[in-house]
């Protein structure tokens, strides 16, 4: 029977059996070998705070309102990072064969069937680590956010909050030409950033802010800051940190209030521009260029050229069954869990 990953209610996660799909035309059927845990995104389920838990999406008028929750509990089907191998083709399907290691979005689940053309430009090498395969979204949200943050070759940009994205999205600023400082409370991550690129690191907790040391470390201000932590603090030092006229990308989750976001400070005087980055959609200007397939095509090509290490983020790959306590640990703010992977059954011997 194959197993699905279901929030059942506020701090209780575990594996659960479902029903398999039944296969149809054009379809495939995947073994789910590793699907990674975005902390950011499915903390909120675990704790309860997403808006979707708590409100209604009104997606005619792009709003959410009082009303019935547009999800309720138990929830079924989260994440977006899995890596599988077809085992089983649809009728008119000759883009896949049975054998074939796919990346793509199909939840926590052991068992997905998948429209062919969802999967079939997402092939894995059969010589590479699949555990790489499960970084191309949360790699396509740090590139985003570089993309939003505008950063250039020769600039200067401070990088709020370290965790997985942070540190992508230092490796990718990095590649861009951009000079980084990177901020975080841990010094682990902080040691990470060194290695992923960053010229500075930063106490984020240091008296003063953060943002007043990287406007003494940049002479002036940072062109550019993105803000991954997803904390409003974190948010007002990005903004605190950067150049008259400067701007934020604020990339991160935020969840409830905004009690340290002083905008009568520095935002106001100093005329930042803020934009959120989100990765329903690439920036405006890159619209007629830029898309979702190509922001994975390229992370997935600097990931399996080695230009970026993402396989140095995996901090633990544990069996899908133990779910429940790599969420304590997240919920616990672990300082020695980074990227989590969840290994499933399918998983093959030499890869465990």
Do not use: C
């Not at 705070?49 to 792009?62: G, K």
């Not at 939003?148 to 401070?158: C, H, I, M, T």
């Not at 390229?298 to 899908?320: E, N, Q, R």
């Amino acid at each position: 029977m194959p197993h699905i990953v279901q929030f059942t209610s506020p701090g209780r996660v575990e594996l659960v059996e479902n029903d398999p799909a039944p296969l149809t035309g054009g379809s495939v059927r995947v073994a789910t070998w590793y699907s990674g845990i975005s902390a950011g995104t499915e903390l909120t389920a675990f704790r309860g705070t997403n808006p979707y838990l708590t409100s209604t999406w009104d997606a005619e008028r792009r709003l959410f309102v009082p009303g019935e929750p547009s999800f309720a509990y138990p929830v079924q089907g989260w994440g977006y990072s899995e890596v599988g191998q077809v085992v089983e083709v649809g009728d008119g399907v000759d883009s896949l064969a049975v054998g074939d290691i796919v990346h793509g979005i199909w939840g926590h689940r052991s068992d997905a069937v998948l429209p062919a053309a969802a999967v079939a430009t997402r092939k894995l090498p059969a010589d590479v680590d699949p555990v790489l395969g499960t970084f191309a979204r949360v790699a396509s949200i740090a590139l985003n956010a570089v993309l939003a943050a505008d950063v250039r070759l020769g600039e200067q940009v401070a990088i709020f909050g370290q965790g997985v994205i942070g540190l992508l999205a230092t490796r990718l600023a990095t590649l861009s030409g951009g000079r980084v400082l990177a901020v975080d409370t841990q010094a682990s991550r902080l040691a990470s950033a060194t290695t992923f690129g960053a010229a500075e690191t930063i106490d984020a907790l240091r008296p003063g802010g953060a943002g007043e040391l990287v406007r003494e470390l940049t002479g002036g201000g940072a062109d550019s800051a993105i803000e991954l932590s997803g904390t409003d603090r974190a948010l007002h030092e990005a903004v605190r940190s950067v150049v008259v006229e400067g701007l934020v990308a604020a990339s991160g989750f935020y969840q409830g209030g905004a009690a340290n976001l002083r905008l009568g400070e520095e935002f106001h005087h100093n005329r930042v521009r803020i934009v959120a980055s989100q990765i329903s959609g690439v920036p405006v200007a890159l619209g007629g260029r830029w898309d979702q397939p190509r922001l994975v095509r390229t992370v997935m090509g600097l990931i399996l050229s080695g230009a970026v290490d993402a396989g140095a983020l995996v901090s633990d790959v544990v069996d899908a069954a133990e779910v429940a306590d790599v969420f304590a640990r997240l919920d616990a703010g672990d300082p020695g869990i980074l990227q989590a992977v969840l290994r499933f059954d399918a998983a093959p011997e030499r890869a465990r």
